[in-house]
């Protein structure tokens, strides 16, 4: 689903375990790392993208997370020029992301990231709050900035007000 300004509409997802960490998959057969993502679809309401994205991507049901909270407003980023598809149309120059954050509360087995016919990841762990958005590819990390930053206060609120990288180091490992 693109929109008339040429962004995609797509769900972004901070799982986070008991400790405040949250989980950081890496890109088949890439060293690249994001949080599980992707499209909306134009029959899904975003918590509906939400959860067939988590089942896709890593294999966890509705019952192995909570939602936490999510972000207020679209948070949208372009893509590199070398990105953009010029032949594709409806032209796509971006996303415009709804973020969610999670609570795990199931069992670590429950991960898959085999659990659909085209696996997105390889790999997973948990990791820093902050550090993915260090990590993530330049032209993510102002969205995964801000969504963190905004998300932060539901599930750290003894630390508020919260800026990046001011959350006490207790929550890495």
């Not at 089942?55 to 939602?67: C, K, M, Y």
């Not at 032209?91 to 085999?114: M, N, P, S, T």
Request: hydrophobic share 35%; glycine share 8%; net charge neutral.
């Amino acid at each position: 689903m693109i929109d008339s300004e040429g962004y995609r509409a797509n769900v972004g997802i901070i799982l986070c375990n008991a400790e405040g960490r949250v989980f950081w998959a890496k890109r088949i057969g890439q060293d690249s790392w994001q949080f599980p993502q992707g499209g909306i679809r134009e029959s899904e309401s975003p918590e509906e993208a939400l959860y067939r994205e988590l089942r896709e991507e890593t294999g966890l049901e509705p019952e192995h997370v909570e939602i936490i909270g999510s972000t207020r407003k679209w948070l949208r980023y372009r893509l590199p020029k070398h990105l953009i598809r010029r032949r594709a149309h409806p032209l796509c120059i971006g996303q415009k992301q709804r973020w969610f954050l999670l609570r795990f509360v199931g069992d670590e087995a429950a991960v898959r990231l085999d659990s659909c016919p085209h696996p997105e990841f390889d790999g997973w762990c948990w990791v820093d709050y902050w550090r993915p958005a260090r990590e993530v590819i330049f032209f993510k990390r102002q969205v995964y900035t801000r969504a963190l930053e905004e998300l932060a206060p539901l599930l750290f609120p003894e630390d508020a007000p919260v800026g990046r990288g001011s959350l006490p180091e207790r929550h890495s490992r």
